[in-house]
């Protein structure tokens, strides 16, 4: 008596098959969730200053950042830099834009970010939330 006969085997190698592309498929779907940024940040340069009066950006401890960056100004070029994380783009002329993909810290932190052409145009990065600004602004007055 055959107890694994050609049938047995062929559904066997089909289980077996059909697993390992699971598998395949499951690490594939996963690489490709872990590469895209959790956060989006968009900012915009306007004549002498980024679009919302240099507003304060926020992004998660540890999280990965694509950060949009778009020269809307008249006759005027720009570029953007954040301190301390040696994220800078290309001096923009009006109309470009520049994507740029990177880690931020683990820890809260509150740096800063600027258009070293215009001095003017600077704004915070909070790295955390709204106490993490908080306690840096407090941190600084005493």
Do not use: W
Not at 3 to 18: E, H, K, M, N, Q
Request: hydrophobic content about 40%.
């Amino acid at each position: 008596m055959k107890v694994f006969g050609p049938s047995f085997r062929r559904r066997a190698s089909l289980v077996i098959v059909c697993g390992m592309l699971l598998v395949g498929i499951t690490l594939v779907a996963g690489e490709s969730m872990r590469s895209r940024p959790n956060t989006v940040i968009e900012v915009v340069a306007e004549n002498l200053a980024f679009r919302g009066n240099n507003p304060t950006l926020y992004a998660e401890p540890g999280s990965e950042v694509k950060l949009i960056f778009r020269n809307e100004a008249r006759g005027i070029e720009h570029h953007l830099v954040i301190e301390g994380l040696g994220v800078e783009t290309a001096i923009l002329r009006p109309g470009e834009r520049e994507e740029i993909i990177f880690s931020v810290p683990m820890r809260d932190t509150v740096l800063t970010y600027s258009c070293y052409l215009h001095p003017i145009m600077k704004g915070k990065f909070v790295v955390g939330d709204a106490s993490t600004l908080s306690a840096s602004q407090a941190a600084t007055t005493n």
